[in-house]
């Protein structure tokens, strides 16, 4: 084996061969694939091979399509079949629930370029005729370029491709052990000797959590075991092809929990275990001897789902059953893979944890492979960053979070839910204060937060739904009270980091896009990625020349930490700092908060004193050491209370009884984010995200192209010269039973023109607000649009920025 080469893939799974051939694609024939015993022996070999494509997330539809496309170029390029079939895919709404998800799913799938198409429920029965009619069906939507392939063909297809282009794959040679070198670097000791690579990449499947220790990660993924069986030939079917009609497509539907699909004149029928039937494999270490193996049939787990199968589909139960195929694959607990950057490793990528590594081994072979080589991926990949979960990851949470997910898989998924798993994790002083309030929590980063208020805590039952709700009226009494009172957030667990050192101000200001705010005053600043794309977004408190103070996004924590520390200069003139839990942070926001505030404090709260935008450190009842930071993202006149956390409890307290003979309330998520899309206030990962520029987004004032270099700085420049192709906007829509949410497509007089980023109902105006992409010629205030928003299309109009106090006067005052 060579001794070196650029990059080292361990794992040869359908993932490992994709990154390989990837790679390859991207120029680098100087690449290995390292596999214990051989291709495709792990998870691959006793896959499915299912190709999907339905999920609500616009960037996330484009790399389910993008799989599809790339597996049949390789087909067309090897001039051989690796068992693609595209006969499509249809799922069938027995709920209302489930009608409403496919409802509000449409239009993120035209948006995203995903053909689909909704079916009456005749339509449903014409297309799947072993389906026994019943009144249930609300309706059905179909995927017609869904399908499956053979995973052992496609990957050994991608592995042939990558070699002709020079990348070398040894197999029975298992990685033993890695060491970082201390020039840059990995050396990989394997059964068969050692290699040292620039780049070494993580694919290994079902080892994910046992390999990863090796190098001191924790991996947020677990195997769960997972089966399916195949039956006789089935008469039906077999007359089917003798007459020449086309294949089935595959039939998904929650009456029964499964899929259903042809294999050769057979079925083949893959039940999805409930939570309380989940069985977990490996969760402290593959066995040494478990290979190119199975596990035994286990049909109690399913027979529930079985016995309703044969009821929907008389035709599966008329003949016997072939075979079993039980085996385990990787899970996480939000059903992503794991791909990107490893967190504290220089050199070291991630693609483990992936929920069944045929669908995604196409696309994060490309988007891997680009983000190692060019430095970065081309697409948003923040769902899937390995880093979007924080330092609370532990086995037996992932274990708990695995179950749930998996269980739920075939449920519909409801704007607003909130799952019960692993919870409550982290929570700050104010927790049961705020309970007893009627406080219904959500989770940020692990933490407890609250998302709205019930009347009394016996009141405070979750809801999740595609329509109004009971809770719309209490979210409404808390906006009410912040617009025209006071309203108080819990907000600990924002990401908080203090920099320091002599050469603190230079590097921070080549890393932003906006100019650093002077000594005692903030500025809101976005850090780029090479293509101008929004790769972080702080809130920077200039504390002293060389001290500076971020504020982040809760889930960002990890994920900035860790890109900051990666460009961290080498002399040690820069000091960063992770205070995300050593400090909590409670906001106070409305015309009354000034009033309510200032008889806690020593500080001068007026406008002379205390302007806009500044901060200043004192103390608040009881509390010292208090950073009081004048900026609300309500759009009113407030402050937030940044403190050592060991004080939360105790300023809650305080604020809530000082405010309560002022009208002041405790309002939740849901509150604050009507209150942020009156104000066009823009957000992470929505209007802020890798795959959209400060400009579009329509931050330039945040962008100082002439103050000198910082990242993406080149892109930005000749995006200014040339102009944008696409804006962001403000849509103006009718109130109705069902909001735009996000992602829906934006037409104008038919023709998909862009899509929302983020939308809502508005509990101030009455009506839906929506931001949005379109292209500049339909950017002007008053231009008529339509939004495809759950199966209808509804009219939009442009509006200014900011509906609610456009200049500001309310947060100045």
Excluded at 229 to 243: F, I, M, N
Aim: glycine residues 10%; contains cysteine.
């Amino acid at each position: 084996m060579q001794s070196h080469a650029r990059v080292v893939v361990v794992g040869g799974g359908c993932v490992g061969a994709s990154i390989l051939f990837g790679l390859t694609e991207q120029g680098c024939s100087d690449a290995v694939l390292l596999e214990r015993s051989q291709l495709t022996a792990g998870s691959t070999w006793h896959a499915a091979g299912l190709l999907v494509t339905f999920v609500r997330s616009h960037v996330i539809s484009q790399m389910t399509m993008e799989t599809i496309r790339i597996y049949g170029d390789v087909e067309r390029r090897l001039g051989t079949s690796c068992g693609l079939r595209q006969v499509g895919q249809l799922r069938v709404a027995n709920t209302q629930d489930r009608w409403d998800e496919f409802q509000s799913y449409i239009a993120i799938a035209e948006a995203a370029g995903v053909p689909a198409q909704l079916l009456t429920p005749e339509e449903v029965q014409d297309r799947h005729p072993f389906l026994s009619p019943s009144s249930s069906i609300r309706g059905g939507i179909l995927h017609p370029e869904d399908g499956y392939i053979n995973p052992a063909d496609i990957t050994q297809g991608l592995a042939r491709l990558a070699r002709d282009q020079g990348a070398k794959i040894h197999q029975n040679t298992e990685a033993l052990s890695y060491e970082k070198l201390s020039g840059g670097g990995w050396k990989v000791v394997t059964s068969q000797g050692a290699i040292t690579c620039e780049y070494l990449v993580f694919a290994t499947g079902n080892y994910a959590r046992e390999n990863a220790k090796r190098v001191g990660l924790d991996l947020p993924c677990i195997p769960i075991v997972h089966q399916y069986w195949t039956t006789e030939v089935v008469p039906a079917l077999k007359d089917r092809k003798a007459r020449g009609l086309p294949e089935l497509p595959i039939l998904r539907d929650e009456d029964y929990g499964a899929y259903l699909r042809e294999d050769v004149g057979a079925f083949q029928f893959g039940p999805y275990e409930f939570e309380k039937d989940l069985k977990l494999f490996a969760v402290d270490g593959v066995p040494r001897d478990f290979g190119a193996d199975l596990l035994p049939e286990d049909f109690d787990a399913v027979e529930t789902q079985w016995e309703r199968a044969i009821e929907r589909v008389p035709a599966l139960g008329e003949v016997g059953i072939k075979a079993n195929t039980r085996g385990p694959f990787q899970m996480t607990p939000d059903e992503m893979p794991l791909c990107g950057p490893a967190p504290g490793h220089d050199g070291l990528w991630l693609a483990e944890g992936v929920p069944g590594g045929i669908l995604w081994g196409g696309t994060m072979g490309a988007r891997l492979s680009r983000w190692i080589l060019n430095g970065d991926p081309g697409i948003d990949m923040s769902a899937l960053d390995p880093r979007r979960f924080g330092d609370y990851v532990t086995k037996r949470w992932t274990a708990d979070k695995v179950r749930e997910t998996w269980g739920r898989h075939m449920l519909p998924h409801i704007p607003g839910e909130d799952t019960p798993a692993g919870r409550p994790l982290k929570t700050v002083g104010s927790y049961d204060l705020l309970t007893a309030k009627g406080a219904v929590w959500t989770v940020l980063d692990g933490y407890e937060v609250p998302n709205w208020y019930a009347p009394s805590p016996e009141l405070a039952v979750p809801e999740a739904s595609f329509r109004r709700t009971r809770s719309m009226e209490h979210v409404a009494a808390e906006v009410r009270a912040t617009r025209s009172a006071a309203g108080l957030i819990e907000m600990s667990p924002m990401t908080k980091f203090r920099l320091r050192g002599p050469g603190a101000a230079a590097w921070l200001d080549g890393l932003l896009a906006n100019a650093l705010p002077k000594v005692g005053r903030l500025s809101l600043s976005v850090m780029c990625n090479a293509r101008g794309g929004i790769d972080a977004e702080y809130t920077v408190v200039r504390l002293g020349e060389d001290e500076f103070y971020l504020v982040s996004t809760p889930n960002g924590e990890v994920r900035n930490l860790d890109q900051l520390s990666r460009l961290l200069p080498g002399d040690g003139s820069v000091i960063l700092d992770n205070l995300s839990e050593q400090l909590g942070v409670i906001a106070i926001a409305g015309p009354k908060s000034r009033e309510i505030l200032q008889p806690l404090t020593d500080n001068d709260l007026s406008n002379e004193a205390f302007p806009w935008l500044t901060a200043q450190l004192g103390e608040v009842g009881y509390a010292r050491d208090v950073r009081l930071i004048r900026v609300s993202y309500t759009g009113e006149l407030g402050w937030e209370l940044h403190h050592p956390v060991a004080y939360n409890r105790h300023l809650v307290d305080l604020l809530l009884s000082a405010g309560a003979p002022h009208g002041l309330v405790p309002f939740g998520l849901r509150a604050l984010e009507s209150m942020r899309l009156e104000k066009s206030y823009r957000a992470i990962n929505r209007e802020l995200s890798q795959d959209i520029s400060p400009l579009e987004a329509g931050l330039g004032r945040f962008v100082k192209l002439n103050k000198g270099a910082f990242l993406g700085r080149d892109a930005l420049s000749a995006e200014a010269a040339a102009g944008s192709t696409r804006g962001l906007v403000t849509l103006k829509l009718p109130s109705c039973d069902t909001s735009v949410l996000a992602d829906e497509g934006v037409y104008k007089d038919g023709a998909l023109v862009g899509r929302v980023t983020s939308g809502g109902y508005s509990y101030h105006f009455g009506h839906d607000i929506a931001m949005a992409l379109v292209p500049p010629g339909l950017s002007g205030e008053g231009t008529t649009l339509q939004v495809s928003v759950h199966g209808e299309v509804r009219d939009a109009v442009v509006t200014h920025d900011s509906m609610y106090d456009p200049t500001s006067a309310r947060a100045r005052m």
